[in-house]
């Protein structure tokens, strides 16, 4: 087991005796991936916050189910991806738009987030938000569980028996999900991929 | 390098950066198969470009947010929560009152029956059981003669000791 394992099953049986500062902890430290993996599976800002702050309650709720012999990102992803479908399940019984929808092409879409240290021109920037538009929209239409699985292994060092165990499927239909879904992204995205067009920008 | 190879370097790839050993694995085997080439450069810029996807908007107090949602469940199902909801129940007029208490007693009265009903459906069940099983013994008819049967051995003993002293 990995020493941050270890770090996080430690924190989870100092949460299971009710130490709130070692859970304050663990939602300081999986809150962006675990907000990452929702907001990329039902793409609106508001509902997204809503499920991952469910999910935190639920790991503090569940507590004393955990068991340290089971990889923590593992349990909090599998509770984080149940929940994602059940919104969606939701979703498709009740086919309504929510208002508070952040869509894409919004003003006020997440870049604000956006956090990295290169500095880009402005048309290197409108050109980077297009093509980080491109990719999410590619990734959205992808089935829930090739986009979780590729979502996964990028987001979390999570080992493909890991991803598996999150996805309830076998090493080898995990493996083979992420290889699909990434031959779907690259036959969707091929005129930005082919032109060079995404290239990592200079410093 | 042969096709496997090349592709164990590419899910490698997916995840970190190749060392420089392995860059130049990956660049000997793409000049012997230069038709491998778009592809490589397609799955780098992917896995360059996923990347580089920004995260996701998050509110700043977010940990505020969740650590309060604990603390509001936490208070939900403390004695201090059974404590104000006896405190409201006192607030209600006698109507409202009144009208809780026929409920609790109709649900009472309801499970109750239930719990008879239950009860009679078990001793039904037993009856039947205990029926099953005398059904399964031999028929009265097929035990008419059992008696004569059972003493057929005295009486043949009886004669056999009558045939003996006549014989002597």
């Given at each position: 087991m990995s020493a941050t394992c270890d770090q996080d099953a430690d924190l989870m049986l100092r949460v299971q005796k009710g130490d709130t500062a070692a859970f304050e902890e663990l939602v300081d430290k999986y809150k962006q991936p675990v907000m990452n993996l929702i907001y990329r599976t039902i793409r609106d800002a508001t509902e997204a916050e809503d499920l991952a702050q469910q999910v935190f309650l639920q790991v503090y709720k569940a507590a004393n189910r955990y068991r340290?012999?089971?990889?923590?990102?593992?349990?909090?992803?599998?509770?984080?991806?149940?929940?994602?479908?059940?919104?969606?399940?939701?979703?498709?019984?009740?086919?309504?738009?929510?208002?508070?929808?952040v869509r894409p092409d919004s003003e006020d879409e997440p870049m604000r987030q956006y956090e990295d240290i290169r500095t880009f021109s402005a048309s290197e920037?409108?050109?980077?938000?297009?093509?980080?538009?491109?990719?999410?929209?590619?990734?959205?239409?992808?089935?829930?569980?090739?986009r979780t699985a590729i979502l996964l292994f990028r987001e979390q060092d999570l080992s493909y028996e890991e991803?598996?165990?999150?996805?309830?499927?076998?090493l080898s239909a995990t493996k083979s999900l992420m290889h699909?879904?990434?031959?779907?992204?690259?036959?969707?995205l091929k005129p930005y991929l082919r032109s060079g067009a995404w290239q990592k920008p200079t410093s | 390098m042969n096709q496997l190879d090349y592709n164990k370097l590419r899910e490698i790839a997916w995840r970190q950066k190749l060392t420089a050993q392995q860059e130049a694995e990956i660049k000997a085997y793409l000049a012997n198969c230069p038709e491998a080439r778009p592809d490589w450069e397609e799955e780098r810029i992917l896995t360059q470009s996923l990347a580089q996807l920004p995260d996701a908007p998050l509110a700043f107090n977010f940990t505020a947010q969740v650590l309060q949602a604990v603390k509001r469940q936490e208070a939900e199902a403390s004695p201090a929560a059974i404590v104000k909801w006896w405190q409201r129940l006192r607030s209600l007029g006698w109507g409202y009152r009144s009208a809780l208490a026929a409920v609790v007693l109709g649900a009472g009265v309801l499970s109750y029956q239930q719990y008879?009903?239950?009860?009679?459906?078990?001793?039904?069940?037993?009856?039947?059981?205990t029926v099953s099983r005398v059904a399964a013994l031999p028929r009265v008819t097929g035990l008419r003669d059992f008696d004569t049967i059972q003493h057929l051995d005295d009486v043949v003993a009886v004669i056999d000791t009558k045939l003996l002293a006549a014989l002597q």
């Open positions: 340290v012999s089971a990889k923590f990102s593992t349990w909090l992803f599998t509770i984080a991806r149940n929940l994602c479908l059940n919104e969606i399940r939701r979703r498709s019984r009740h086919p309504a738009e929510s208002l508070d929808a920037q409108m050109l980077q938000n297009e093509l980080t538009e491109k990719i999410q929209k590619a990734l959205e239409e992808l089935p829930e569980n090739q991803i598996s165990e999150v996805l309830k499927c076998s699909r879904g990434r031959e779907t992204l690259k036959q969707k | 008879l009903l239950a009860l009679s459906r078990e001793e039904l069940a037993v009856s039947i059981a």
